[in-house]
């Protein structure tokens, strides 16, 4: 399978979710296991970025949500 079908059309905001994802999930990690004393900053900055991703994944389905033509004349 080619990556190119799985990611669709909305390659730049499926590499920025994903990009969100992972660093939401680092600060969260940081937060709850290291001991620092702003240990909150990063578990609620991680839950932040982590939510803001969720907005970037929805942009992205429907970025990539196909409709065929006789769909469009129905809506119409």
């Known amino acids: 399978m080619k990556f190119g ?27 709850i296991f290291a001991s620092l004393a702003a240990f909150d900053f990063y578990i609620y900055t991680g839950a932040l970025i982590i939510a803001l991703s969720l907005v970037l994944w929805m942009l992205w389905y429907t970025g990539n949500v196909e409709l065929s033509n006789k769909d469009l004349e129905l809506m119409l």
């Open 5 to 31: 079908k799985v990611i669709g059309r909305c390659s730049l905001l499926f590499i920025i979710a994903i990009i969100f994802d992972v660093a939401g999930i680092i600060l969260l990690l940081i937060g």
